[in-house]
């Protein structure tokens, strides 16, 4: 009799939490559908008002006064601009963080919008044009809404969320520390210690409405290399008495191609080398003692990273000695790889499917673009996926794409992006309620 009435009491109160549970996602997926106005007002307001990396003043100003007007507990200059606000839920469990990156770029908008960007800002000594050509402003809206959902349940919240507000994604300015790196080494990780870390980014290629995902390997790793020839300077007219650095520079560029071509398998894991600036001489008929080559490696097997390294400098000095030249190479990682955990997003894969629906969730192949997410995932469980936002009506192959002046985003995939974003927290912290 006492374990019939035992049995029936724990099926009651998993029938209450599962009760309990749904009541809960309808009220976000309800009070995501009523922001999603006031989100596209943030959007265009970030976008009409773009900052450069370690330079979002104003625009950490508005995060915070947003975030405090929620009750949530503000932490403003982290890593210069960033902003950091914690939720603490009604009831314990695990810290979950969620993160939005905030910097623009320095490009001209063309696109014809009432909220175009006509921004100037300094960048490297350079007054330069402003715009958000990646969608970072969407991250911001995105998050600020998903902030506002999830502190209105925050009593029914089995846990703590920590919003990341993240400057400086697309890099510092020289001789400045930024990015999700630094916001690490302030603690953004820690006091509470995070559990799990999740995000995402908008995606002009990707129709509405869709969600695409990779476990592992994700985004690749992006490093960028220098290489500095010496040669030896002459007169243009009489090539034979000195040795060439452009010449040499021409067959090194040549032989780094081989890389890709003859050293990688690409059919297991891709990798990119790319030279993307050459500079050297001052006339047109003096050969130049000295030339600068810089260009980005890509690669999303750390196996695959080291064997490219190798094989840049192997080339690059052999080549160069071949020419009676010199050739120094200096390699420095940028970021990391953004790498999915398996095991998380096996577990937050339903959360996917559930919200967005099982036809819209779809697997992506790995991407060569690179994101500083990854320096996250390289201290803690974290999954990133792309939110669909092409324009309607025009097919994807002419969609401009991301850094670019003609950029443009759908403003119709904001609620998708916070209904995801409030889930994802809710089940993770559902999960480990029931450990």
């Known amino acids: 009799?006492?374990?019939?009435?035992?049995?029936?009491?724990?099926?009651?109160?998993?029938?209450?939490?599962?009760?309990?549970?749904?009541?809960?996602?309808?009220?976000?997926?309800?009070?995501?559908?009523?922001?999603?106005s006031k989100v596209i007002a943030w959007r265009r307001d970030f976008h009409q008002n773009p900052e450069l990396g370690n330079r979002e003043f104003k625009t950490g100003e508005k995060i915070a006064t947003h975030?405090?007007?929620?009750?949530?507990?503000?932490?403003?200059?982290?890593?210069?601009?960033?902003?950091?606000?914690?939720?603490?839920?009604?009831?314990?469990?695990?810290?979950?963080?969620?993160?939005?990156d905030i910097d623009a770029l320095p490009i001209k908008e063309r696109v014809n919008i009432a909220f175009a960007s006509k921004a100037e800002g300094e960048y490297n000594g350079q007054t330069v044009p402003i715009m958000h050509a990646c969608g970072h402003d969407t991250h911001i809206a995105i998050l600020m809404g998903t902030a506002e959902i999830l502190a209105s349940i925050k009593n029914d919240l089995k846990g703590t969320v920590k919003f990341i507000f993240q400057p400086a994604e697309e890099g510092p300015p020289e001789g400045e520390e930024g990015g999700a790196e630094l916001m690490i080494k302030e603690g953004v990780l820690t006091n509470p210690k995070v559990d799990v870390i999740f995000g995402l980014h908008i995606n002009a290629q990707t129709e509405v409405g869709k969600i695409k995902y990779r476990p592992k390997g994700t985004m690749a790793a992006s490093d960028w290399f220098t290489i500095k020839i010496m040669g030896k300077q002459t007169h243009g007219a009489y090539p034979w008495l000195g040795v060439d650095p452009i010449v040499t520079a021409a067959q090194i560029v040549m032989g780094l191609q081989t890389i890709i071509s003859r050293n990688v398998n690409i059919t297991e894991s891709p990798a990119v080398v790319s030279v993307?600036?050459?500079?050297?001489?001052?006339?047109?008929?003096?050969?130049?003692?000295?030339?600068?080559?810089?260009g980005t490696i890509r690669s999303l097997d750390s196996k695959v990273q080291q064997l490219v390294h190798s094989r840049v400098k192997q080339i690059a000095t052999a080549i160069a000695e071949s020419a009676g030249a010199t050739a120094d190479v200096t390699i420095t990682n940028k970021t990391g790889i953004t790498y999915n955990d398996p095991s998380l997003t096996e577990k937050?894969?339903?959360?996917?499917?559930?919200?967005?629906?099982?036809?819209?969730?779809?697997?992506?192949?790995?991407?060569?673009?690179?994101?500083?997410?990854?320096?996250?995932?390289?201290?803690?469980?974290?999954?990133y996926f792309f939110l669909g936002g092409a324009p309607k009506g025009k097919p994807i192959a002419e969609t401009a794409p991301h850094h670019t002046p003609d950029f443009y985003?759908?403003?119709?995939?904001?609620?998708?992006?916070?209904?995801?974003?409030?889930?994802?927290?809710?089940?993770?912290?559902?999960?480990?309620?029931?450990?």
């Open 276 to 294: 993307g600036q050459i500079s050297a001489g001052v006339r047109s008929n003096v050969i130049p003692e000295e030339l600068i080559m810089n």
């Open 1 to 36: 009799m006492k374990k019939n009435l035992l049995s029936a009491v724990l099926f009651y109160s998993v029938c209450m939490a599962s009760a309990q549970n749904t009541t809960l996602k309808t009220k976000v997926s309800k009070k995501a559908e009523s922001l999603e």
């Open 348 to 383: 937050m894969l339903p959360t996917l499917l559930a919200v967005a629906g099982k036809e819209n969730v779809l697997l992506t192949p790995a991407v060569t673009g690179a994101e500083d997410f990854s320096f996250y995932q390289e201290k803690i469980p974290g999954l």
């Open 67 to 100: 975030l405090r007007s929620l009750g949530i507990e503000v932490q403003t200059g982290v890593a210069k601009t960033g902003v950091v606000g914690i939720l603490k839920g009604g009831k314990p469990g695990p810290v979950v963080a969620l993160r939005a």
């Open 409 to 435: 985003i759908d403003e119709s995939s904001f609620v998708l992006g916070m209904k995801v974003m409030s889930n994802l927290t809710l089940d993770y912290m559902e999960m480990q309620a029931k450990k």
